[in-house]
Nanobody, 122 residues
Framework: QVQLQESGPGLVKPSQTLSLTCTVS??????????WNWIRQPPGKGLEWIGY???????YYSPFLKGRAAISRDTSKNQLTLRLSSLTPEDPAVYYC??????????????WGQGTQVTVPT
């Protein structure tokens, strides 16, 4: 069964860059036709989609992040990477990676990581 696990520093200073890694086991991130997403949830708020890298390597981001997010992959290690620059008080959240699936009606996520807490100290 596919498993995802996030890792990275939990504390990031204001204006610095967040770097997270998602390690995928029991499957390849290049397999057709899956989409590898980063999603976050601020405390007391709903889920916010950040972006994805597709099986093909194509990238797509939420416009609400104003170009601050960058997703990449290392196919030899079966890992995803998220870099989010210029952290502000809006960015503390639990960050997840998740596998996306698209059918004729909608897009949904069939596997999620546990999530990792990111704190921006003041």
């Amino acid at each position: 069964q596919v498993q995802l696990q996030e890792s990275g520093p939990g504390l990031v200073k204001p204006s610095q860059t967040l770097s997270l890694t998602c390690t995928v086991s029991s499957g390849s991130i290049t397999t057709n036709y899956y989409y590898w997403n980063w999603i976050r949830q601020p405390p007391g708020k709903g889920l916010e989609w950040i972006g994805y890298i597709a099986y093909s390597g194509n990238l797509y981001y939420s416009p609400f992040l104003k170009g601050r997010a960058a997703i990449s992959r290392d196919t030899s290690k079966n890992q995803l990477t998220l870099r989010l620059s210029s952290l502000t008080p809006e960015d503390p959240a639990v960050y997840y990676c998740a596998r996306g699936v698209k059918d004729y009606s909608c897009t949904y996520y069939d596997h999620w990581g546990q999530g990792t807490q990111v704190t921006v100290p003041t």
